[in-house]
Nanobody
């Protein structure tokens, strides 16, 4: 089992920044690729970004490229999502997830409880 706990969400004005963190415990963190997903009210959960187990590879959905940065610190068992130039359409509950395989689909093995990000216009 891998337990994931997100933090860092909140209310921010459009154009602002937030950094989400996801702390992992349980099985070896560095064995897993990590992803961030988001779910807006009434919509499906969607992929945002992923990072490989080493941190050497990253992937982003088109709408966040150039604005968001995913990174990880295996010594701290933590993955981050730096979000810059935030837009109202980024408003959602953000989830981190762990998977043996780096992928953009929602079939990750473990999920956190989510953290709310609200961007006001």
């Amino acid at each position: 089992q891998v337990q994931l706990v997100e933090s860092g969400g909140g209310l921010v004005q459009a154009g602002g920044s937030l950094r989400l963190s996801c702390a992992a415990s349980g099985r070896t963190f560095s064995n897993y690729a990590m992803g961030w997903f988001r779910q807006a009210p009434g919509k499906d959960r969607k992929f945002v970004a992923a990072v490989s187990w080493s941190g050497g590879s990253t992937y982003y959905t088109d709408s966040v490229k150039g604005r968001f940065i995913i990174s990880r610190d295996n010594a701290k068992n933590t993955v981050y999502l730096q979000m810059n130039s935030l837009k109202p359409e980024d408003t959602a509950v953000y989830y981190c997830a762990a998977s043996r395989i780096m992928t953009t689909n929602v079939g990750y093995d473990y999920w956190g409880q989510g953290t709310q990000v609200t961007v006001s216009s």
